[in-house]
């Protein structure tokens, strides 16, 4: 039976799931609407779902409308706004030539996050803790590799572009873990809801304004394409809600650790559906992933 203090471990893996449809979805919308248009619409158009999401959990929990402390706010500009930053890093990281030595500079998000975690919030990660996220993650860099690609490692441009951007998704997470903190006195449903709810309200209003006086076109596409838009929103503040459940329970570290193993899926994807045999770095790779997963689960 999994207790309250373990139910990180499934919300993740409901978010992690959930964060992989909704960018298939958003993959279809890069053509008709761009890739800034295509990224704001996990914002727009989940915002309305945030909006339903936090009336139904106030129903049901029955907790008082939330106060936020001070703390809140700064702790919620931070994730809104780094959250944007590393996805605009990231698109910037992924038109650059080394595009595999970029994607996985990425992957030191849950080092970067362990470190932002401690140094910010106080975190508590033992050392067989950041064992464990180094396993997996070096996991996730030797699966990402490609035969030649380890050249581009002395370049400084991927070197910037990877590390910044894992630092604004990493800085995201520990942004949201301690917003959520800062809101008392109700159950960390609603304190995750509530953070869900004005982050989202955050983003749309800098996207709204982004869009509006750079990209009026993809502004337009957008709402015309109002249907599979409103898809793509509602996965996307699924998937949402089932992260920052898990960031109210546990350490941001432990949440985008256990995050990794999307990678073991994408794997098992390819092997089984399209036939795609694993390669012996890719086994070796996805063993460590596992290892390194289930070293953190069981410490």
């Keep these: ?30 053509g008709p609407l761009g890739t800034w248009g295509a990224t704001a619409i996990r914002f727009l158009f989940g915002f309305p779902f945030a909006i339903l999401f936090f009336a139904a959990v106030l129903l049901v929990t029955g907790d008082p409308l939330p ?4 703390a809140f706010w700064p702790w919620l500009v931070l994730g809104a706004v780094s959250q944007i930053a590393g996805t605009g890093l990231m698109l910037a990281a992924m038109t ?19 470190m932002f975690g401690f140094v910010f919030l106080g975190d508590h990660l033992t050392w067989p803790k950041v064992l464990a996220i180094m396993i997996a993650t070096l996991g996730v860099v030797i699966t ?7 050249k581009g490692f002395g370049s400084l441009r991927p070197t910037v572009l990877g590390l910044a951007a ?28 509530t953070t869900l709810l004005f982050t989202l309200g955050l983003q749309t209003l ?35 809600q089932f992260w920052f ?9 432990n949440v985008r650790t256990l995050a990794l193993v999307e990678v073991v899926f994408a794997q098992a994807v390819a092997y089984y559906t399209f036939k795609q045999p694993l390669l012996p770095r890719e086994l070796i790779g996805t063993l460590m992933i596992v290892a390194g997963v289930a070293m953190l689960i069981a410490l």
């Excluded at 459940?245 to 570290?253: D, K, P, S, V």
Aim: aromatic content about 10%; proline content about 5%.
């Design 1 to 30: 039976m999994l207790s309250v203090a373990t139910l990180w471990i499934p919300f993740t893996l409901v978010g992690a799931v959930g964060q992989v449809a909704r960018n298939a979805m958003q993959r279809h919308l890069t």
């Design 67 to 70: 106060q936020p402390t001070a």
């Design 96 to 114: 650059d030539r080394s595009f595999v030595v970029t994607t996985a500079y990425l992957k030191t998000e849950a080092i970067q996050t362990a």
């Design 144 to 150: 990402a590799l490609r035969p030649g690609g380890a």
């Design 166 to 193: 894992a630092a604004g998704f990493a800085l995201s997470a520990v942004g949201f873990r301690g917003a959520i903190l800062a809101v008392p006195e109700v159950s960390f449903v609603t304190a995750a809801t």
């Design 206 to 240: 800098l996207m709204l304004l982004y869009l509006g006086l750079r990209q009026p076109q993809a502004l337009r596409e957008i709402f015309r394409l109002w249907r599979p838009s409103m898809a793509a929103g509602f996965v996307g503040a699924l998937a949402s």
């Design 245 to 253: 459940l898990a960031f109210a329970l546990t350490a941001a570290a």
